[in-house]
């Protein structure tokens, strides 16, 4: 989802429906704070946010998950599909599950390793129990109150941080904010910005670690100056294109849509006029790209010309994956 600009800070608006976000902050934490009803029989490693809007939940599943497979485990990613019209659980299948399926970022996880699709928790861990899996990567989750964590792992973005402070809707936050980081095992700030030091300072005084990790571009083929055309549907759609100007590229125009948006062969169409009539190269994230990919006709024409800027997450200690893993079945084994 696209966070409201009047989330960033406390105005008329935000207080406006403050007196909202208290009734739904209270029902909120009732959920939050629910004992989980099923320990599932493998370790379970979620990663989490404290608001809504892109945190950096998926990236970070899709590194700590490649690193379990670099150290020999099986992991199994577990989402809820969101957008997709499957609730699951099933697994997903890169050659038969579109978009519409079970969502884009089920499909980028799939791509990475086995994927588990469950709008109910608790059924996807059981299915991820019967596959021999040696770890469960909850993408999204911290707030659902039914399936025991073993470690939670809070993803935060360093600009968008918490906002305001404010529940929804009048912030954006999920549930009130101190049962929410007490809750967290640790916290992960990604990216650069004026409330990582203060987020990273919060959580010390609980006695919660944080680290920090931020996102490189991987080389492109693309020449610097190119006159680029940025296609992008994420939550935080400064961050591609900030990604797209630190490669040397000039974009000239913007085709922006919602996170999640479904792209129609119109979109599609008119991103391609647009490309030819100035001159531009289509670039755009992998997480577009998929769903460009799941068309047919003029969608699937722009998937094939558009080049996608991939990114890489960076973490400050290297070893942070590994360590964030290790912890998770240390944990486990002491249930």
Known sequence: MRAPKF????GLKALLLYPVSLIYARFALSRFN????????????CIGNLVAGGAGKTPTALAIGKAAVKLGLKPIFLTRGYRGKLTGPVMVDLEKHSIADVGDEALLLAQ??????????????????SL??????????????????????VAIDAQQAIGNGFVMPAGPLRAPLLPQVRRADQFLVIGEGNSAPKLRQMAARLGKASSHAYFSAEPTSLLEGTRVLALCGIGRPEKFYQTVNSLGLEIV?????????????????QVLHK?????????????????????SGAGEDLARAAKV??????????????????????????R
């Open 7 to 10: 989330w960033k800070t406390r």
């Open 34 to 45: 629910r004992n989980a009803r099923y320990k599932a029989r493998l370790p379970v490693l």
């Open 112 to 129: 990475a390793a086995p994927t588990i699709v469950s709008v109910d928790r608790v059924a996807g861990a059981k299915l991820a129990e």
């Open 132 to 153: 021999q899996s040696h770890i469960l990567i909850m993408d999204d989750g911290f707030q659902n109150p039914y399936l025991y964590k073993d470690f939670n792992l």
């Open 253 to 269: 125009d913007k085709y922006e849509v919602a996170d999640h948006y479904a792209y129609t062969n119109a979109d599609a169409l």
């Open 275 to 295: 490309a030819k009539d100035q001159n531009l190269v289509v670039v755009t994230t992998a997480k577009d790209h998929v769903r460009l990919k799941s068309m």
């Open 309 to 334: 800027i991939e990114i890489s997450m960076a973490f400050d200690d290297r070893a942070f994956p590994r360590l964030v893993l290790e912890q998770t079945q240390r944990k486990f084994s002491r």
